[in-house]
């Protein structure tokens, strides 16, 4: 019997722009468990990335910070990350929006506001389109190299899932499941093992 499908190892792999970091299993960071980030930006000065299936403990919407969304259908935020709460972020599909960075895989961030504002407006669909975030995690110089190593993370340069249409819940489980092999094998792991 190969004893390895046993051991939590990462793949090695170096993260780029558009990539995925994703927890390994026994990570137990209260910001980053069972987390997927999408990275952002990873070079020689550091990492930046935006957690994707962290809701915050209340339910906060966009519409609670941008008055001319108020008496539309609530749109959720997500919790993006420990750093820079303050900060909006958003990923998107609409290609035609000004500034927008392209990320890969049809994934765009940010870009002109007032543009996805009129968009939201305009009474187009934001589920599957368009998910809001507050805050994104951070690395300094060679610190996110370091946790790879450590075995922290899992690195995906090709999503197989749909980022902005997966159920939060089902991220996690289903991007290391997407790694195949062992992967997929830890991917069943429970999160709680004493409650089995």
């Known amino acids: 019997m190969d004893m390895t499908v046993f051991q939590v190892e990462s793949n090695k792999v170096l993260p780029c722009q558009g ?12 910001h980053f468990s069972r987390s997927v980030v999408l990275v952002l930006e990873h070079n020689e000065e550091g990492s930046m990335g935006i957690v994707l299936n962290k809701n915050f403990n209340r339910l906060t919407t966009l519409n609670e910070l941008v008055p001319a969304l ?9 919790k993006g990350g420990p750093v820079g709460r303050e900060t909006l ?3 998107h599909t609409l290609s035609y929006l000004k500034d927008a960075l392209p990320l890969g895989n049809g994934l765009y961030l940010n870009g002109d506001f007032n543009q996805m504002q009129e968009y939201i407006l305009s009474g187009a669909p934001t589920q599957g389109v368009v998910r809001f975030f507050m805050g994104y995690a951070g690395w300094q110089k060679g610190q996110l190299k370091q946790e790879i190593e450590d075995n922290t993370w899992l690195v995906s340069n090709e999503s197989k899932v749909d980022l902005l249409s997966m159920y939060l819940r089902d991220l996690w489980q289903e991007s290391l499941c997407g790694l195949g092999g062992k992967y997929a094998i830890w991917s069943r792991y429970p999160k709680y093992p004493s409650m089995n």
Do not use: C, K, S
């Not at 108020?70 to 997500?78: K, T």
């Open 70 to 78: 108020e008496n539309l259908p609530p749109i959720p935020l997500y």
């Open 19 to 30: 990539g995925l970091l994703i927890a390994a299993p026994f990570l137990r960071d209260f």
């Open 89 to 91: 972020f958003y990923l």
